[in-house]
């Protein structure tokens, strides 16, 4: 009994899968540890009003995904 073809392309598939995923939880962990590292400068280049208007953009946007969850 030997491996169909389609058995090995599934398997390939799922490999490729996995490896995707891991390579897309990287690069997010890096993204968050480059803006916390980056936090305190980009806050500076915005200023106060700069910082408050993002603030609030990404607070719209995190409520416009909860309700899309809903």
Known sequence: MGFSKGSSTNLMDEIIFVIACLL???????TIFYCFKYAERIQRLLG??????AVRLFAFILFCLGVQIL
């Open 24 to 30: 897309a939880v990287a690069v997010i962990a890096l």
């Open 48 to 53: 106060r009003g700069g910082t408050d208007i």
